[in-house]
């Protein structure tokens, strides 16, 4: 087969397929670990009737979300609210086109990158259409024809606008330290800098994982569907196929935080310490481990966390959620931006 | 721009994961469809108002007005943060000056009342 094609068409598409593949038997298979660990956390089993353990259990959710009914609420708004969920969905896996899972490999002569594209302006890219999924999040509340709906819609979109900005100043730190806004780039600055930016950046660290919670609406921020007051948020009136959606972009959405997580702070796919401990990891016993699990890893216990958090912490007010993020946030964000602009300064300049 | 290409065609796919997805729910879901059950859910009490009618409080506006501002600022900062090296000094004392008079209308706004919700 003549090279181009291979190069530019063969091996993207392959990339594609394999990527969807697996983002969503994460996502499916992250819903079952969410209940199954929240369960033992709460001194139940979780579900364990469905195939050994449970472990079908996400395939049976499936099949039911599938052939359920599907109810419009009268008086809704039908077309805006049968777009709603597709615009939440959507978003959420295009992110993943960004996210360096690995580093470049060889097979049989050609040089495999185990990412989609590494564009020079990924985390833009990742900002940018992060932002598209609180417009399917707010037509979905409206267009229901729903007092709950609404209420859960318009609390989201207050949300993760309120908390989009003190996430941006915690991606700045990290800019500010790899000085490239390219996945690829952010982790190779580490590998150069000799470790994680989680250490000189621990501040923004902090504040970027809080944002992240609440940009997902996640424990202990899921104030826009708080049941005791809002029966389920802006997906009240949801059911089916189309609820299905919201709930997958949900998992997807946690996923591209924490993977965002792991890039900027926390070495993407390098191990920890990769030049302090190079010895280490070049060892016999250590070297077969490729990047991509360390990535996974990595990831896999940011999710773990969001589980952890949500088995453990009860809910903010929402007056409450608000100060947190426009009167403690945004102000340590941007200070974290001044302390982390003079350490660079200082440090290179 | 050839990095550009796989995104676009990625996206194509995500785009029309929902599309299948609902094609194929809506051939093979159960339906019995029922006038009970088409009405907003409100708690099995009867809804005499339209959901689009309900007000709300006018903080969210505040909230999106302030977010647009401080957005805005936000997108400034990228370059800066990307081109930080060659700015060296001069750009660090450029860009804290700017903060400076962003950090007063921060404080104009708290004051103001704006950040208070209640």
Not at chain 1, 143 to 172: D, H, T
Not at chain 1, 273 to 283: D, E, K, M, T, V
Not at chain 2, 101 to 107: A, E, T
Request: aromatic share 14%; with cysteine; charged share 10%.
């Amino acid at each position: 087969m003549p090279e181009p094609i291979l190069q530019l068409l063969l091996i993207p598409l392959v990339k594609i397929v394999v990527l969807l593949v697996v983002v969503l038997l994460i996502v499916a298979y992250l819903t079952y670990a969410e209940r199954k660990i929240l369960g033992y956390m709460q001194v139940r089993l979780g579900p364990n009737r469905v195939g050994p353990k449970g472990w079908l259990q996400p395939v049976a959710d499936g099949l039911k979300l599938l052939v359920k009914e599907d109810l419009v609420p009268g008086g809704a708004e039908k077309l805006v609210f049968i777009i709603a969920p597709a615009i939440v969905m959507v978003p959420a896996l295009v992110m993943f086109a960004v996210i360096p899972f690995g580093e470049p490999f060889e097979v049989a002569g050609m040089t495999i990158t185990p990412y989609l594209a590494d564009i020079n302006i990924a985390l833009l890219f990742i900002l940018g259409v992060s932002s598209v999924g609180v417009f399917g999040i707010m037509l979905g509340g409206w267009s229901s024809n729903n007092k709950f709906s609404l209420m859960g819609g318009l609390r989201s979109a207050a949300q993760m606008v309120s908390y989009e900005i003190p996430m941006g100043f915690a991606i700045i730190s990290a800019v500010l330290m790899a000085g490239t806004l390219s996945m690829v780039g952010i982790v190779e600055a580490q590998r150069t800098a000799g470790w994680w930016f989680v250490f000189p950046g621990i501040l923004g660290f902090g504040i970027y994982w809080i944002c992240g919670i609440a940009e997902t609406n996640r424990n202990p921020f899921d104030l826009p569907e708080a049941e005791a007051e809002l029966v389920a948020g802006f997906h009240t009136e949801y059911s089916g196929m189309k609820f299905a959606l919201f709930y997958l972009a949900e998992y997807a959405n946690m996923m591209i935080v924490s993977a965002m997580a792991v890039v900027m702070f926390l070495g993407g796919w390098l191990p920890p310490f990769p030049n302090l401990l190079a010895g280490l990891w070049a060892s016999p016993a250590l070297a077969w481990i490729p990047g991509v699990i360390w990535f996974l890893a990595k990831m896999s216990f940011f999710l773990f966390c969001y589980i952890w958090f949500r088995g453990t912490f009860p809910r903010y007010r929402f007056d409450q959620l608000m100060a947190v993020g426009w009167k403690w946030l945004l102000p340590l964000s941007l200070a974290n931006v001044m302390l982390v602009g003079l350490g660079v300064l200082l440090l290179k300049g | 721009m050839e990095h550009y290409v796989p995104i676009l065609v990625y996206a194509l796919v995500a785009i029309s994961f929902p599309i299948i997805a609902l094609l194929m729910a809506k051939v093979v879901r159960a339906g019995s469809p029922d006038p009970v059950k088409a009405e907003p859910y409100e708690c099995g009490v009867k809804t005499n108002t339209v959901a689009f009618d309900t007000r709300f409080s006018i903080r969210y506006y505040l909230i999106a007005v302030l977010f647009v501002i401080f957005d805005v600022e936000t997108i400034f900062l990228f370059p800066w943060a990307v081109s930080f090296d060659r700015l060296a000094l001069f750009g660090f004392i450029e860009m804290m000056v700017f903060l400076a008079i962003l950090l007063v209308g921060y404080v104009y706004a708290w004051r103001r009342g704006a950040l208070e919700w209640a």
